[in-house]
Structures are given as structure tokens and as C-alpha cells.
């Protein structure tokens, strides 16, 4: 994971990268040999586990805490392909601080090709009656420090 500041003539802007990869298995692929376009969606997951994990507060911190952090929008630009055995590197990116909702962005590569970009937005809910809370004391202090 990496802080990457930079500066605008207007504003700091920090952002927050994790970076993963996943192998592409036969059973991520259609009848034409493509990943499915579902499929990208389970990537985004797996980057948004990695960015949790590389800040410190893992998904199973927010369990523990009573809290879950549902999507409630994702959107996918399909731009390119991947197939049977590519390797996809999944960067994640956390461009704002978090409030009752979190917004993180995707990149999907094969090598050096962009395939898919797109977003995820959660809200943090209250797990016992499943209503929007505010995130948890020690997640906005951490958040804090980062941005």
C-alpha cells in the first residue's frame, strides 16, 4: 500500500493504493473464453479486502466491531479482455475520507493493458439493525492519519 500525495494549484490531493494480483481460473471463463463480466466485480472485492487489510483494519475488525460495509453501487467500464491463466493485477484506490460512506476506485491490468476500471460505494451499517452508522471511532482515527 502506498500514500501518494500530490499538489494541485488548488488542493493536496492524497490517495490512498493497495496493489494484488489474481490468476485467472478456467471457471472465471464464458463460452468464449473470456472472463465473465461478473467476475470483475469478485476482483474489485478482493482488492477492496487487500486496501482494508494493508491499512490496518482488515473486514474481520469491522465484524468484530458489529459493523458491516455493504455495497450499495458499483459500476465497471469493460475496456479489454482477460482470459484462462492471465495474471490481473487489481490496484485499489481510497481518493477521499471516508465518512458514512466509502468510496474506492478500481484498475484491472493484464501486463501493461488497462481492462477495466470502475468503483464500489459502501455504507457502514449498524449490524444488529442493519441501518447507516457512522464508521467506528478507531477506523476515523486511522483515516485521520492518512488523509
Known amino acids: 500500500m502506498e500514500d501518494i500525495r500530490s499538489t494541485n494549484e488548488n488542493s493536496d490531493i492524497t490517495m490512498i493504493k493497495s496493489e494484488m494480483s489474481i490468476r485467472v481460473l478456467y471457471a472465471h471463463t464464458d463460452k468464449m473464453g473470456i472472463v465473465n463480466n461478473g467476475r470483475y466485480l469478485e476482483y474489485f472485492e478482493a482488492g477492496r479486502n487487500t486496501l482494508l487489510r494493508e491499512l ?20 465497471a467500464n469493460y475496456i ?14 481510497l481518493k477521499q475520507m471516508p465518512t458514512v460512506k466509502v468510496k474506492i476506485e478500481y484498475e484491472l491490468y493484464v501486463g501493461n493493458r488497462l481492462i477495466v476500471t470502475g468503483y464500489t460505494i459502501h455504507s ?9 452508522a457512522r464508521p467506528p471511532k478507531d477506523f476515523v482515527e486511522l483515516m485521520k492519519g492518512k488523509f
Open 80 to 93: 479489454s479482455t482477460a482470459v484462462y491463466d492471465d495474471i490481473v493485477v487489481v490496484k485499489a484506490f
Open 124 to 132: 457502514f451499517i449498524n449490524m444488529a439493525t442493519m441501518k447507516p
Open 56 to 75: 490496518g483494519y482488515p473486514y474481520t475488525e469491522l465484524e468484530k466491531s458489529h459493523y458491516g460495509l455493504p455495497v450499495i453501487e458499483a459500476h
